[in-house]
């Protein structure tokens, strides 16, 4: 079957199966070398239906630029593909939450399908989330960020680059020195 063919089908099952949300499929070009892991969307990608659109987005594009590469050029999408949330208890208002290890588990098996199917010469997960869902082993993103791993999902060995996630550099600019060095270092992998 063709790489399409077989993306359509999952993210018909994916549809069918989370038919109650509000989902954001994963986008991008199926032939990319590079796949990235987000964690999961936030209510601007839920509103555009595109990963990454809203404040991690931009910073997200800001780092593709330092690897000279076009958003369209590679293939984006996260763990869990609809948004967490949760009551705010200062406003009232709903916010994102971090996805718990059950919806991790849940997504998990979507996820290496879309591996499988991309077939990457390397995979990125940005922040812990996708760390949990690739490794078996507790990672922490700060101890294995900018390091090559090997991971084999179907019998296909794969190099995985953690990375950061960009909304991290929002929240902690220190982070942004340590993020653009893990980039260059990415930049001379692939
Ligand atoms: N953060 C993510 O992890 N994914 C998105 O799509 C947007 C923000």
Same mark, same amino acid.
């Not at 063919?5 to 069918?16: W, Y």
């Not at 984006?76 to 208890?89: A, D, E």
């Given at each position: 079957?063709?790489?399409?063919?077989?993306?359509?089908?999952?993210?018909?099952? #994916?549809?069918?199966?989370?038919?109650?949300?509000? =989902?954001? /499929?994963?986008? $991008?070009?199926?032939?990319?070398? *590079?796949?990235? +892991?987000?964690?999961?969307?936030?209510?601007?990608?839920?509103?555009?239906?595109?990963?990454?659109?809203?404040?991690?987005?931009?910073?997200?594009?800001?780092?593709?630029?330092?690897?000279?590469?076009?958003?369209?050029?590679?293939?984006?999408?996260?763990?869990?593909?609809?948004?967490?949330?949760?009551?705010?208890?200062?406003?009232?208002?709903? #916010?994102?939450?971090?996805?718990?290890?059950?919806? =991790?588990? /849940?997504?998990? $098996?979507?996820?290496?399908?879309? *591996?499988?199917? +991309?077939?990457?010469?390397?995979?990125?997960?940005?922040?812990?989330?996708?760390?949990?869902?690739?490794?078996?082993?507790?990672?922490?993103?700060?101890?294995?960020?900018?390091?090559?791993?090997?991971?084999?999902?179907?019998?296909?060995?794969?190099?995985?680059?953690?990375?950061?996630?960009?909304?991290?550099?929002?929240?902690?600019?220190?982070?942004?020195?340590?993020?653009?060095?893990?980039?260059?270092?990415?930049?001379?992998?692939?």
């Amino acid at each position: 079957m063709l790489k399409q063919q077989r993306i359509d089908r999952l993210n018909r099952k #994916i549809l069918e199966e989370y038919s109650e949300q509000k =989902i954001v /499929l994963g986008h $991008g070009n199926i032939n990319s070398s *590079i796949i990235l +892991i987000g964690e999961a969307p936030g209510s601007n990608e839920v509103k555009l239906q595109k990963p990454f659109v809203g404040q991690a987005g931009k910073n997200f594009d800001e780092f593709l630029e330092i690897l000279e590469i076009d958003r369209e050029e590679v293939y984006i999408t996260n763990v869990v593909k609809y948004r967490p949330t949760k009551k705010s208890l200062k406003t009232q208002g709903v #916010i994102n939450r971090t996805p718990t290890k059950k919806e =991790i588990e /849940l997504f998990k $098996g979507y996820l290496l399908e879309e *591996i499988d199917i +991309i077939k990457p010469k390397i995979i990125v997960p940005l922040g812990n989330t996708p760390l949990k869902a690739l490794f078996q082993k507790e990672h922490k993103i700060s101890e294995v960020h900018g390091t090559l791993f090997n991971i084999s999902i179907n019998e296909i060995d794969y190099n995985v680059y953690p990375l950061y996630h960009p909304a991290a550099v929002i929240y902690r600019r220190e982070l942004r020195k340590v993020y653009v060095d893990d980039l260059k270092k990415l930049k001379k992998i692939i």
